[in-house]
């Protein structure tokens, strides 16, 4: 949470009138605290037995259920944070027929960025009872949590960048309409998917921000925007790759190949997705690797593929002593190189920092996670609309 994030707890209890004759009490403790590490909730199960750092709200129900409200004199105790002098709260008696305790002011704001651990039990001594907590942490900006904040703020940045992209390329293919290559049309289909995706991504971070829930579906929806996109741009640079349009006029039975290899990617990048969305970041279990495993060996193929093509199709143009195409040529197996040695370095410094440390004390860097997938696949998508631009000599 940054600092100045307030929250807010509704509890409603439904007593079990068949089991409890009498009036049912209810006890609430919570104990909410800063952690150095990111992961440190995975190891507890419920609130530690300490309870001298545990602010306990008592509450009483007269017919099975209740409605309660600090009182004036102990808002301010609710806003400590924890303490030797964190004790039993009371509350003001609700009204006959409610059903419903909360917080009308903040149970408690934090006073600087950080991971917090918050934790509550509801218990009664005398009685069985239904309760349903309702739990909100708000800050000034909004309901996002200080780890994915930033994305929303990248997401915009980005789609901007995509429409700046899709005009400029726009203006460019209408001005040189009459030499456009099949290629260019493929750049263009990248351009829009790209633009939707993000697009998608900003309503989804900004409904979350202002209204604390996400659009029913939207997220999964942007992740499979975001697989087409990428099967369509490995497509694109395997064709690429293999001088389709340049040293090859058809890709003949390399066709089916280059389709059937984009079908396969669509599949295991939607499964990957869809499972990563669904499940808490935090998730190690074996249907996490099952779902990323395949992925990043067909990632691996399609590399190979790629530079083995790039080697063959160079090779050909030096025989042919295109020196225009060759240029072109390596620049492109350049960035391309630059950018896998990117991704790996990167990968290397994720795994080290964010996934195998004990304790992760560097959250403010999680969001990268995501961001830098999506800046790496942007700056190689202009490397290529740059050096495959509509240009006179198309043709040539």
């Not at 301010?76 to 009204?95: C, F, I, V």
């Not at 739990?135 to 909004?142: C, E, N, P």
């Not at 697989?227 to 066709?255: D, E, M, N, Q, W």
Request: aromatic share 12%.
């Amino acid at each position: 949470m940054f600092n100045g994030t307030s929250v807010l707890v509704k509890v409603k209890c439904d007593a079990d009138m068949e089991t409890s004759a009498s009036p049912v009490n209810v006890t609430i403790s919570w104990v909410l605290r800063w952690t150095p590490c990111w992961k440190e909730y995975l190891f507890y199960s419920e609130p530690p037995a300490d309870e001298s750092n545990v602010r306990i709200l008592e509450y009483h129900s007269s017919d099975g259920s209740t409605e309660a409200t600090p009182t004036t004199n102990n808002t301010q105790k609710l806003k400590r944070l924890t303490g030797s002098d964190a004790h039993e709260e009371g509350l003001a008696l609700p009204a006959p027929g409610s059903k419903t305790a909360r917080t009308t002011r903040p149970l408690v704001t934090v006073h600087s960025d950080g991971v917090y651990l918050f934790m509550m039990r509801i218990k009664s001594d005398n009685g069985s009872f239904t309760a349903t907590v309702d739990l909100q942490m708000v800050g000034s900006y909004g309901y996002l949590s200080a780890s994915d904040y930033p994305l929303l703020w990248f997401y915009s940045v980005l789609c901007v960048v995509y429409v700046i992209y899709g005009v400029v390329w726009l203006v460019l293919c209408f001005l040189r309409w009459r030499d456009l290559l099949r290629l260019q049309y493929w750049i263009a289909a990248v351009i829009l998917l790209g633009l939707l995706e993000k697009a998608m991504f900003v309503a989804e971070y900004e409904s979350l921000n202002e209204q604390g829930y996400s659009v029913p579906g939207l997220l999964i929806a942007a992740e499979i925007v975001s697989c087409a996109k990428r099967t369509i741009s490995r497509i694109l640079v395997v064709i690429v790759a293999l001088g389709f349009g340049i040293v090859k006029p058809r890709l003949g039975s390399l066709l089916h190949r280059v389709i059937a290899l984009g079908m396969l990617y669509f599949l295991l990048a939607s499964i990957e997705s869809c499972t990563r969305i669904l499940r808490p970041k935090t998730d190690q279990s074996k249907q996490m690797l099952v779902a990323v495993i395949p992925l990043a060996l067909l990632d691996s193929l399609i590399c190979w593929w790629v530079f083995s093509a790039l080697v063959s199709t160079i090779r050909t143009l030096r025989l042919r002593r295109n020196p225009t195409k060759l240029a072109l040529y390596s620049y492109f197996t350049n960035a391309l190189a630059l950018g896998v040695l990117l991704s790996v370095i990167f990968m290397f410094w994720s795994v080290r920092y964010h996934t195998y440390d004990d304790c992760l004390k560097d959250w403010q860097t999680l969001w990268l996670n995501d961001a830098f997938w999506h800046l790496l696949f942007a700056l190689l998508l202009l490397v290529i609309m740059i050096l495959w631009r509509p240009t006179n000599n198309n043709q040539v």
